[in-house]
């Protein structure tokens, strides 16, 4: 069999959960099928067993909406599917290429949702009209896909009211996973050195507890909502911010208000703007004591997963598919979040929000034996519910029903 992913992200360009996915997805895939990927941002070198083909815009799209960009894209990745077995795309940058590819080649194509257009209306600030455009890319590859993969329960009870023309039939759940050897603290002498130094330099002090956030600057994160919480932590509670990749001009102007207008009212504010390479991450978590998911859309959060791989409790708000990773009371606290049914999953009631993140938070990183305890159960939830093999597994099953 042979399977063809499109995808938005792939190494060396990753920048969020969907091209962590697709990537570890990919690598296991391969173990049993014929795999190429086919993604954005230009040519890239091959690396590992897996075929890439990567795609550069038109250039005689230039200067045209971002969204008619991405479609040029897509239909150079249409064209090039032939003799392929079924397509697989991931988000709505790829489904236009997905829903083409499959209907020019004549293929199934499955999709995996890993967010909703409909669910994040912030992104007209980005887009504008081409807003509209990605809705429809997206609507149009989930009515008339073979199959749609949802990376939790929570995400699959928003497709269908999202998209109530979608047969409930044809969205499975698959969660997303984690890469158990990838993810963990560091052990050996020479790996806790280069930890340390990295912590070092980053200016993190690694003797007092520490809440750290890790995260794109965008709506969906939820990271204003963080900043006004920090403002009720206690004072030798640290907060470490790796944010960066800021959505819009705005949000990056709101979010820089907020850091400074902290930084004003208490120390312990590290704001690390850069995205570090996966070992310098890794070092920051584990430098940490709790992690801190105040998303207001999450379908799932591999952010979470990779957090309780290293060990970290997490204090999540109760949205979309978190509750399918945190157990709450046993490896972190979920924190209540009610929202508005009008898509854009704002807090009625922010400040009630803000200030039960902030306690939740204070109740775990002031009890270095209560986080210590829910962190090695992160750890143990990882490995028995969230390995990329599974995954894999599940996801062939996927295919195989839809192949006949």
């Known amino acids: 069999m042979r399977v063809d992913l499109l995808t938005r992200e792939y190494p060396p360009h990753v920048y969020g959960g969907a091209g962590v996915h697709v990537t570890e997805l990919a690598r296991e895939l391969r173990r049993h099928v014929d795999v190429r990927v086919h993604a954005f941002d230009g040519p890239r070198e091959q690396t590992g067993d897996v075929a890439v083909t990567?795609?550069?815009?038109?250039?005689?799209?230039?200067?045209?909406?971002?969204?008619?960009?991405?479609?040029?894209v897509d239909l150079a990745i249409a064209a090039d599917l032939d003799g392929t077995d079924l397509v697989h795309s991931h988000t709505w940058y790829a489904n236009l290429a997905g829903t083409l590819g499959g209907l020019l080649h004549d293929v199934p194509h499955v999709l995996t949702a890993h967010s909703l257009e409909p669910l994040r209306p912030w992104k007209a600030e980005q887009l504008g009209g081409g807003y509209a455009l990605s809705g429809w890319a997206e609507r149009t590859a989930y009515e008339q896909a073979a199959a749609v993969v949802a990376v939790s329960a929570g995400m699959q009870a928003d497709?269908?009211?999202?998209?109530?023309?979608?047969?409930?039939?044809?969205v499975h759940v698959v969660h997303n996973g984690i890469d158990l050897d990838g993810w963990q603290r560091p052990t050996t002498g020479e790996e806790m050195e280069a930890a340390a130094a990295t912590?070092?330099?980053?200016?993190?002090?690694?003797?007092?507890?520490?809440?750290?956030?890790?995260?794109?600057?965008t709506r969906q994160k939820g990271l204003p909502h963080l900043l006004r919480a920090a403002e009720h932590l206690p004072p030798e509670v640290q907060l470490v911010l790796c944010a960066g990749a800021p959505d819009t001009p705005e949000i990056a102007a709101e979010v820089t208000t907020l850091v400074e207008d902290l930084e004003t009212r208490r120390g312990g504010v590290v704001w690390i703007s850069e995205m570090l390479p996966r070992p310098e991450l890794i070092a920051v978590l584990a430098a940490s004591t709790v992690f801190v998911c105040p998303s207001v859309y999450e379908p799932l959060g591999i952010v979470n997963l990779e957090a309780m791989a290293v060990g970290l409790p997490v204090v999540a708000s109760a949205t979309g598919g978190i509750p399918e990773v945190v157990d709450h009371g046993v490896t972190g606290t979920l924190v209540p979040l009610e929202q508005a049914d009008d898509g854009t999953?704002?807090?009625?009631?922010?400040?009630?929000?803000?200030?039960?993140?902030?306690?939740?938070?204070t109740a775990v990183a002031t009890d270095p034996s209560r986080a210590a305890r829910m962190g090695a159960a992160g750890r143990r939830r990882a490995e028995d519910y969230f390995s990329w093999e599974a995954v894999a597994e599940r996801t062939l099953a996927v295919y195989r029903q839809v192949l006949g």
């Open 54 to 72: 990567g795609y550069r815009e038109l250039h005689e799209l230039e200067g045209a909406n971002a969204a008619l960009r991405t479609f040029g």
């Open 159 to 170: 497709i269908l009211r999202s998209y109530p023309q979608v047969d409930p039939a044809k």
């Open 199 to 217: 912590v070092s330099r980053l200016g993190i002090d690694p003797d007092r507890p520490t809440v750290v956030f890790v995260g794109r600057i």
């Open 345 to 361: 999953g704002t807090p009625l009631d922010p400040e009630t929000f803000e200030r039960d993140l902030a306690a939740a938070l």
